[in-house]
């Protein structure tokens, strides 16, 4: 009778939390993980039989499961308890800093990329005279706080990208790479410890080493008035723990003492004279507070009137970098191949652009699958 009664609880249970989660409404976008959910499956008879049902059903249970925040929160503690250094997502390091555990290197999609900008950039370079172009790839913290780190966590060898793009494109492009010019200020606020992308602090400082390795001269930090718009910013890297001893980051903004008017158009019906997005202080995704997000396309003009237009081609670590070259190009166009799937060689010639810069951190580079959208059509080259 007592084998009866636990396995009838145990049914109970298991199938009753699974009919809750069924039956509660879904939600389509996590605020606090900032990224959208699974949805429930499509019933598909090749998707059935394929796998993809049975996998993509696992995701949806997860995502949408009931208290999932709480959950997190109590395995975190959970694996706190038995001295793990990570829960699977992100790493535990001193003095409160989480590092994502997830990065890796994709060799056959960084060959891929790597191919697919060389010949981008070569093809620009036999079409726009005098074309600048350069290529910055940013480590992540994993890189340069390292000493952070637990002992022996396994990270990826970011060193050997950036030496091995630096190689593919010598002669095509400038390839910056700043890792030395970021260890030697890492007592600085670099990055955030509950985020994966670095601070406003750190893209000044690594846009300063850049703009001399270009040959621009850097403005100086006096030239900015630094405003902090947040000191409750719990990150990306957080929301994969939810672990409440952690404490939050603060949030600065860099702006142009002497304020250099711009126009930014984030979309035919959304044009601003700030690069900033003032709705998203306070909100739990502050970063997009720079440039509002990862917008597939922006065009930037200010009254920088050198007649030089850049393309930034980008992942969302620009977005805090951007800002800083308003007083060095009369036009910013601003491009992220996740999200615009275009003719991006016409694209530049439309804007009849004088420099070009990609900008993304190490890890993301190897791994984005829409690089490749850079390639120029055959009839192009």
């Known amino acids: 009778m007592n084998k009866k009664v636990v396995t009838i ?13 069924i039956l509660t409404p879904q939600n389509s976008f996590s605020e606090y993980e900032n990224r959208y959910l699974q949805q429930f499956p499509k019933l598909d008879a090749d998707d059935i039989f394929s796998g993809k049902f049975s996998e993509n059903f ?3 249970s997860a995502d949408q499961f009931i208290g999932r925040n709480g959950w997190i929160s109590l395995k975190t503690l959970a694996e ?24 890796e290197i994709d060799g056959k999609q960084l060959e891929k990329n790597l191919n697919s900008l060389a010949e981008y950039i070569e093809t620009m370079n036999s079409q726009i005279p005098n074309l600048d172009s350069s290529v910055l790839l940013v480590p992540t913290s994993s890189e340069i706080l390292s000493d952070f780190l637990p002992p022996y966590a396994p990270v990826p060898d970011q060193q050997a990208v950036i030496k091995k793009v630096s190689d ?13 010019l970021l260890k030697s200020h890492k007592g600085d606020y670099l990055y955030y ?59 600065n903004a860099y702006n142009f003492k002497d304020n250099v008017i711009v126009e930014a158009k984030f979309g035919e019906k959304d044009v601003r004279n700030s690069l900033y997005f003032d709705e998203y202080i306070g909100k739990k995704d ?18 920088t009137n050198n ?19 308003c007083k060095h190009y009369e036009k910013i166009v601003v491009v992220d191949p996740r999200h615009l799937n275009t003719d991006y060689l016409e694209l530049a010639r439309q804007n009849n652009i004088t420099d070009l810069l990609v900008l993304y951190n190490v890890p993301n580079f190897t791994v984005d699958r829409n690089i490749p959208r850079l390639a120029p059509k055959k009839s192009e080259k």
Request: glycine share 10%; proline share 4%; charged share 15%.
């Open 9 to 21: 609880g145990f049914l109970i249970l298991l199938f009753g939390v699974s009919i809750i989660n």
């Open 58 to 60: 696992a995701a949806y």
């Open 80 to 103: 706190l308890a038995i001295l793990k250094k990570d829960n699977g997502r992100v790493y535990f390091g001193k003095g409160g800093t989480l590092f994502d555990a997830t990065e």
């Open 168 to 180: 593919r494109l010598n002669g095509t492009a400038k390839v910056y790479n700043p890792t030395e």
């Open 193 to 251: 410890r509950t985020d994966h992308h670095w601070t406003t602090d750190g893209a000044y400082t690594v846009y300063s080493g850049w703009a001399k390795e270009i040959g621009l001269e850097p403005l100086p930090k006096d030239s900015f008035v630094i405003s902090q718009i947040s000191s409750s910013f719990y990150g990306t890297l957080h929301s994969k723990a939810n672990l409440f001893t952690i404490k939050p980051d603060t949030v």
């Open 286 to 303: 502050v970063y997009s507070y720079f440039l509002g997000g990862n917008k597939p396309l922006v065009e930037i003009t200010t009254t």
């Open 307 to 325: 007649g030089k237009t850049i393309m930034v081609i980008k992942d969302s670590f620009a977005n805090c970098f951007v800002p800083f070259l």
